[in-house]
C-alpha cells in the first residue's frame, strides 16, 4: 500500500486559512468516507484532529475543517495561530490496512 | 479518559526480537467496542501502521503485509496490556514505536496513543 500524497510544507501568517490536501486512489481515499487527520508536535504523539472526512473530536477547535472530493482529501485551517504549527498527516481506511499521508509541516509565519 | 502507558527496551540487536507492551487504562483490552493497534514512524518510511488485536466474541488480529511473517500483537487480559512482538529485526526497523486505540468499527480512527519508544536496531 502506498503512501498517500501530501505537500512537503505549507505556511501562512497568523489569522490566514491555509489547506492541506491528501492525494490517494480508489482503493483508499475515494473508495471509503473514512479519512482523518492528525497534528504531531515534535516528540509527542500523533492527535486526532479530524475524522470520518469532516467530524471533530470533542476538544478540537472549529478552525479545524475537512473535506474530499474523489480522491483527495482536504483540512483546512482557518484563522491560523502560533499553536498550529507541527506536522499534520492524513490517514485512510483501506480493506486490509490503515494508510498514511506523507505529512506537511504548516509553519506559522 | 484511556490512557496508553508503553514500556520496552530501546536498543535491539540485529537478528533478535523487539518486545513493546503497552498497559491500558480507562478501558479494557477485551472490549468490544475497540481494537488495539501498534504503529510506528520513521525518517524513511512515515508513519506506518503494523497490526492490531481486538476482541468480538473471540480474539482477532491483522497485521500489515510488510511486516506480516514476522510479527505478533497479543493482548494480556490479566494485566489488561497487549503487546507487540516483531523477530529478526534490522535496522530497517529503528523507528519510534506507538501503540493506539480504534474504535468499535475497526475503521483506523485512532484517537488515543501511548507516549511513544523510540527503538533503534543496532549491534
Known amino acids: 500500500q502506498s503512501a498517500l500524497t501530501q505537500p512537503a510544507s505549507v505556511s501562512g501568517s497568523p489569522g490566514q486559512s491555509i489547506t492541506i490536501s491528501c492525494t490517494g486512489t480508489?482503493?483508499?481515499?475515494?473508495?471509503?468516507?473514512?479519512v482523518s487527520w492528525y497534528q504531531q508536535h515534535p516528540g509527542k504523539a500523533p492527535k486526532l484532529m479530524i475524522y470520518d472526512v469532516s467530524d471533530r473530536p470533542s476538544g478540537v477547535s472549529n478552525r479545524f475543517s475537512g473535506s474530499k472530493s474523489d480522491n483527495t482529501a482536504s483540512l483546512t485551517i482557518s484563522g491560523l495561530q502560533a499553536e498550529d504549527e507541527a506536522d499534520y498527516y492524513c490517514?485512510?481506511?483501506?480493506?486490509?490496512?490503515?494508510?498514511f499521508g506523507t505529512g506537511t509541516k504548516v509553519t506559522v509565519l | 479518559q484511556v490512557h496508553l502507558q508503553q514500556s520496552g527496551p530501546g536498543l535491539v540487536k540485529p537478528s533478535q526480537t523487539l518486545l513493546l507492551t503497552c498497559a491500558i487504562s480507562?478501558?479494557?483490552?477485551?472490549?468490544?467496542?475497540?481494537?488495539w493497534n501498534w504503529i510506528r514512524q520513521s525518517p524513511s518510511r512515515g508513519l506506518e501502521w503494523l497490526g492490531r488485536t481486538y476482541y468480538r466474541s473471540k480474539w482477532y488480529n491483522d497485521y500489515a503485509v510488510s511486516v506480516k511473517s514476522r510479527i505478533n500483537i497479543n493482548p494480556d487480559t490479566s494485566k489488561n496490556q497487549f503487546s507487540l512482538q516483531l523477530n529478526s529485526v534490522t535496522p530497517e526497523d529503528t523507528a519510534v514505536y506507538y501503540c493506539?486505540?480504534?474504535?468499535?468499527?475497526?475503521?483506523?480512527?485512532?484517537?488515543?496513543w501511548g507516549q511513544g519508544t523510540l527503538v533503534t536496531v543496532s549491534s
Open positions: 480507562g478501558d479494557s483490552v477485551s472490549s468490544n467496542s475497540a481494537a
Open positions: 493506539a486505540r480504534d474504535g468499535e468499527w475497526l475503521q483506523y480512527l485512532f484517537g488515543y
Open positions: 480508489s482503493s483508499d481515499v475515494g473508495g471509503y468516507n473514512y
Open positions: 490517514s485512510s481506511y483501506t480493506s486490509s490496512s490503515a494508510v
